[in-house]
């Protein structure tokens, strides 16, 4: 599936490829480490190495189980990656003869509790483009001003997804039950998958609803899409391309709790201003769903499962968002920070197109 880009402009061509000189990944943890405690935390510099990669090659080091180790999200292989992890203390003397050459110790510290999944704020990225002409620089500083403003839809990028893409499939046929995984891992991930592309086509689905209400008359609206005419009205006067329909469910920015929307026009404002954001469902048990005519929209793509459900933000907002272009190179070298759970890819993939 194709995802449906939020911004209009024709596709730019430009040079793109992940690699560790061009995609630099710095994470920001959740919390200040408190510099005591039994654990020991490892800020590691790695390259061309998956984060699983790296853990096994520091467990073959120290003759110990990958499961001895904390970590707070995967990173990227093909890139440059300064990640924490975290192992017991009794480990720190023979760590300080580590040595590896995609891997670096760049500080340590301690701290009480063992990293876990999702103790991540964000991540910080600098990504370098290339073959980038003059015409092409406008287009881009043009695209990257306007996620500023709007922030970006938080698709899930081709990573969630396999290496040929098709790991949903198998995670829709054990859903369905006509494919049996014995491996628990490898079967999460492939369930994982699955309500990641359900979500994704849900929200390329409400991105295609909320351009055709900006491109085209009320009345014309009714008649293609069948919403009724006020909501369409007042969707058209929202500041946000991205329209709020009756019976979403918001969420406070960038935390908080989920409700549902109760005035149109006040939430929608506050949707530009940054303060709240429409949210997804991730397909599942214990998961609360949208109302009304949103609910209408997405209920089709939602899929009984025994796996606890979610809502995910549709929009996030990119922060810190710098570039600076390199005529004698035509490179274009973008800085910005995301929260985490979004990808850095997909927003390359809204401004590249």
């Not at 000189?21 to 943890?29: A, G, I, K, L, T």
């Not at 006020?230 to 979403?248: C, M, N, S, Y």
Request: net charge positive.
């Amino acid at each position: 599936m194709k995802p449906q880009r939020f911004l209009n402009h024709s596709q730019i061509d430009v040079y793109f490829k992940q690699s560790k000189d061009d995609f630099v990944v710095n994470e920001v943890p959740l919390y200040e480490f408190s510099n005591e405690g039994e654990h020991l935390i490892l800020k590691l510099r790695k390259k061309d190495l998956a984060t699983w990669d790296a853990i096994e090659i520091l467990a073959n080091y120290l003759k110990c189980s990958t499961r001895e180790f904390g970590y707070a999200g995967l990173k990227d292989k093909n890139a440059m990656t300064v990640q924490h992890i975290s192992i017991h203390r009794k480990y720190e003397d023979a760590l300080k003869s580590f040595s590896h050459e995609n891997i670096k110790i760049l500080e340590t510290t301690y701290h009480n509790n063992k990293i876990k999944i999702g103790h991540l704020k964000g991540n910080n990225f600098f990504i370098r483009l290339k073959r980038v002409g003059l015409v092409e620089k406008q287009k881009i500083e043009e695209a990257f001003s306007k996620i500023a403003v709007f922030g970006m839809p938080n698709y899930f990028g081709f990573q969630r997804f396999g290496i040929d893409g098709e790991n949903y499939k198998k995670g829709k046929q054990i859903v369905e039950g006509t494919l049996k995984e014995r491996n628990r891992n490898l079967k999460q991930m492939f369930i994982n998958a699955y309500q990641s592309y359900l979500f994704n086509a849900w929200l390329s689905k409400r991105i295609e609803i909320s351009k055709l209400i900006e491109a085209f008359e009320p009345k014309e609206i009714f008649e293609k899409l069948n919403l009724p005419l006020d909501e369409v009205k007042r969707a058209k006067k929202q500041p946000h391309p991205f329209k709020i329909l009756t019976g979403d469910l918001l969420s406070h920015y960038p935390f908080g709790k989920i409700f549902i929307i109760d005035d149109l026009e006040t939430e929608s404002q506050k949707f530009f201003e940054k303060d709240r954001v429409p949210t997804g469902l991730l397909c599942g048990k214990r998961v609360k769903k949208s109302e009304g005519l949103a609910y209408g929209i997405e209920k089709d793509f939602e899929v009984q499962m025994s796996e606890d459900g979610a809502r995910r933000f549709a929009f996030v907002f990119p922060e810190n968002l710098q570039s600076n272009y390199k005529e004698d190179k035509n490179h274009m070298e973008l800085s910005f920070y995301l929260p985490k759970g979004s990808y850095a890819t997909e927003l390359i993939a809204e401004i590249l197109h």
